[in-house]
């Protein structure tokens, strides 16, 4: 099959799952049903899904495109290992105490780990269509826009692939990463004051009435130096380096597509999408990117060797 056909067949049929989820889901559960900001969540949704397509565009020479019935079986693995896990930390499964009123998703480096090994088009299905399986799940409302900013957490890391030289790229990626960290600090810093608009209040039933902590409010710079720390400790490891630092370069492009989308369907300021919602989600996901994530590469190496493959 065509290449750029295949990929707009992907692209097609990551739309058409978000359209599935949302009509059953509506259908047995009223909290899944969209309000009147549906049309302009899937504004963002169209704009994520051609993002993916013209970073292909432009690197479509490459064999990180190939998508065939092994990058088919990890997408359908991945979704549902992202989406069994997001349900069980964000639902009432697993009951964790919150840092800083932030709910906790260690699964979020489920779609990193499935990204950086299998590609991007697998990355991106993991955390898109997983997301949206696993909000399903714990009913609580479906965000599509947001779901999307997880396909990018998968999406970005897959993208290493694309360069020969992965130490260069790393250099690359951690300068970009280390200006985006400092400018949401910043933004905290001046808008101390902000309200969390993720933190959900289970005894009066609301969310953002609470102000962000300051350690979630440096959240990004913990996360930040805990990657660096992973970089030296593992740097005679390239995959696990390249894949902690990519990770964290995913984490706040993707989570940060999904906040700065608020802007416009929930009608939110720069500062609040960033403090009261980026800073808290890329936060923790960095902490937990920097600690699990190289558990999840090196075992995979440890399998692969095992294998003989």
Do not use: H
């Not at 499964?93 to 299998?118: D, E, K, N, W």
């Not at 962000?212 to 710079?221: D, E, K, P, R, Y």
């Not at 939110?268 to 800073?279: K, Q, T, W, Y």
Request: hydrophobic residues 60%; aromatic residues 14%.
């Amino acid at each position: 099959m065509n290449r750029t056909l295949s990929i707009i067949l992907f692209l097609v049929a990551v739309l058409a799952f978000f359209l599935l989820i949302i009509w059953v889901g509506g259908t047995f559960n009223e909290s899944l049903q969209l309000d009147q900001t549906a049309l302009m969540r899937f504004v963002f949704v169209i704009i994520g899904l051609l993002i993916v397509f013209l970073v292909y565009l432009f690197t479509r020479q490459s064999d990180i495109w190939i998508v065939g019935t092994r990058e088919v079986v990890y997408m359908a693995i991945g979704a549902a290992l992202y989406a069994i896990f997001s349900y069980l930390f964000n639902g009432t499964v697993f009951v964790v105490p919150s840092v800083s009123q932030v709910a906790l998703r260690p699964a979020i480096v489920i779609p990193m780990f499935f990204g950086y090994t299998f590609g991007p088009v697998v990355g991106f299905f993991t955390g898109a269509v997983g997301n949206m399986f696993g909000d399903a799940l714990t009913g609580f409302g479906l965000s599509p826009q947001w779901a999307i900013g997880n396909g990018l957490v998968g999406f970005i890391p897959g993208l290493a692939m694309l360069f020969p030289d992965k130490k260069k790229s790393m250099d690359t990626v951690l300068i970009i990463s280390t200006v985006l960290a400092a400018l949401a600090t910043l933004i905290y810093l001046l808008n101390r004051t902000v309200p969390n608009m993720l933190f959900f209040d289970v005894a009066n039933n609301i969310f953002g009435d609470a102000q962000i902590t300051l350690f979630a409010g440096i959240s990004l710079v913990i996360g930040f130096l805990l990657v660096l720390l992973v970089r030296y400790l593992f740097r005679s490891n390239i995959d696990v380096s390249a894949a902690v630092t990519w990770g964290m370069l995913g984490n706040f492009i993707g989570i940060g597509f999904a906040a700065i989308s608020d802007i416009w369907i929930n009608g939110f300021s720069l500062p609040v999408a960033i403090v009261g919602e980026f800073i808290p989600a890329a936060g923790t996901n960095l902490i937990f990117t920097a600690i699990l994530l190289p558990i999840l590469v090196t075992a995979y190496a440890a399998v692969r060797r095992q294998s003989g493959r």
